[in-house]
């Protein structure tokens, strides 16, 4: 038994016609009765009914069609995964992110793939959504990790998942739990740039909520969240992050997480590709690997 006759076989079976299964192997008629015939010897019985019309499988027939298609479909996947693991991927992916994919993403998923494809080396820019945006339509980045949901025809937007946005202090302030808008007037305030995603989001709904933006002090804008948490852990003033980052910092960092009564923030981690950009084969492998861990984290 060959794949040959097993192809032949499946062909009859489909047309119910020898002629017509030879068309489609592009083989002759003569040539297809031969592989069925060689197939009945040897498994010693009919596997078709055979009229002046068309011919039908027999009940062994029918069930000998799962396992040669099974067979067939084993050599195809077995022909493909083989010749996949021959490619070797390599080349570089250029990746634009905003802080909290950044740290809370981009680690884990570089490391799984650098297992997978040690040749791909990656340009990662850590930027404001905004920016992200341009990156992405722009064609300077393969993809753009944001804050935000993105409705553009330019855009392909994957959801990651989603993250809640917290305000931190120094541990020994006495801001816990849920606190009012007026607990905070005291407190100088480090914010993000006016470009950041968070930002934006944070001040619109505060507005909604009725809350006057001009009481808080802002005496420093920076997307170095490394500045930020120094600055909270110095006392010089609050602000807010990613609830995943602060976890992170939270284990080294004397600082700890509180939210002021009626604002709750829940940010929408995306993925962002370019309509227009036809992806590298790295680049396509990386995004599958990302949409796989967006479950992990």
Wanted: glycine share 4%.
């Amino acid at each position: 038994m060959d794949f040959r006759q097993l192809e032949a076989f499946v062909n009859v079976a489909r047309y119910k016609n020898f002629s017509r299964a030879g068309k489609a192997l592009f083989l002759s008629q003569p040539t297809i009765s031969l592989h069925i015939s060689n197939l009945e010897k040897e498994l010693n019985t009919p596997l078709f009914d055979r009229t002046s019309k068309e011919v039908n499988l027999t009940p062994a027939g029918s069930e000998f069609l799962n396992y040669a298609l099974d067979m067939i479909n084993m050599k195809n996947r077995a022909i493909h995964n083989i010749i996949n693991s021959q490619k070797k991927i390599s080349g570089s992916i250029t990746i634009s992110a905003s802080t909290t994919p950044s740290l809370v993403l981009l680690p884990r998923a570089i490391e799984k793939y650098q297992r997978i494809h040690p040749e791909v080396k990656f340009i990662v820019e850590e930027k404001s959504s905004n920016v992200i945006l341009e990156d992405v339509c722009s064609l300077s980045s393969d993809l753009g990790l944001v804050g935000m949901h993105v409705e553009n025809e330019r855009f392909i937007s994957r959801h990651l998942f989603d993250d809640e946005v917290v305000f931190i202090c120094a541990k020994d302030a006495p801001l816990d739990g849920i606190v009012d808008i007026s607990d905070i007037m005291g407190y100088k305030f480090i914010s993000r740039s006016d470009q950041s995603a968070t930002r934006i989001e944070l001040e619109r709904m505060m507005v909604e909520c009725g809350y006057d933006l001009e009481l808080l002090d802002n005496i420093v804008e920076s997307d170095n969240m490394n500045l930020i948490i120094s600055l909270v852990t110095g006392g010089v003033g609050i602000s807010y992050m990613s609830q995943r980052i602060f976890n992170c910092y939270a284990k080294t960092m004397p600082i700890k997480a509180f939210h002021i009564k009626g604002i709750a923030l829940t940010r929408n981690i995306h993925m962002l590709t370019n309509r227009r950009r036809t992806l590298s084969p790295a680049a396509e492998d990386f995004i599958k690997l990302l949409l796989t861990l967006k479950d992990e984290i």
